[in-house]
C-alpha cells in the first residue's frame, strides 16, 4: 500500500503563487507515475498535471501549461505542483495520485489518491 498526503493549499490573490505538496510513503518503490488533478463538487475530477515517478517525462493540461510545474525530491520521497499566475478558474480541491504502470491523463488509471487540499484564488 501506498499513503499521499498533500499540503500546502491556502488563499492566494489573482496572479499569485502556491507550491504544493505530496508526501509518500508505504511501497513507494512499486510507484511508476504522480499526478495532480482538481475537481470542484459536482463535476468531473480534472487533470492538472503528471510525470513519472522517478522523473522525466511531464506533461501538462493545457490550462496550466507554462503556469504549473510538477517536480519531485526523490529524497524526501514527495511530489510538488508549483503553481503560479493563479487566477480565479485555479480554485478548486487539489488531489495527488500516484499509479504503478502509466502516466496518465485519467483519473480511472490511478491506484492512490490522497485526501485533497483546498486552493482559493480571490480577485
Known amino acids: 500500500q501506498v499513503q499521499l498526503v498533500e499540503s500546502g493549499g491556502g488563499l492566494v490573490q489573482n496572479g499569485g503563487s502556491l507550491r504544493l505538496s505530496c508526501a509518500a510513503s508505504g511501497r513507494t518503490f512499486s510507484l511508476y507515475a504522480a499526478g495532480w488533478f482538481r475537481q470542484v463538487p459536482g463535476k468531473e475530477r480534472e487533470f492538472v498535471a503528471a510525470m513519472r515517478w522517478n522523473g522525466g517525462m511531464r506533461t501538462y493540461a493545457d490550462s496550466v501549461k507554462g503556469r504549473f510545474t510538477i517536480a519531485r525530491d526523490n529524497a524526501k520521497n514527495t511530489v510538488y505542483l508549483q503553481m503560479n499566475s493563479l487566477n480565479p478558474d485555479d480554485t478548486d480541491v487539489y488531489y495527488c495520485?500516484?499509479?504503478?504502470?502509466?502516466?496518465?491523463?485519467?483519473?480511472?488509471?490511478?491506484?492512490?489518491w490522497g485526501q485533497g487540499t483546498q486552493v482559493t484564488v480571490s480577485l
Open positions: 495520485a500516484a499509479d504503478r504502470a502509466v502516466v496518465a491523463r485519467a483519473s480511472n488509471q490511478y491506484d492512490y
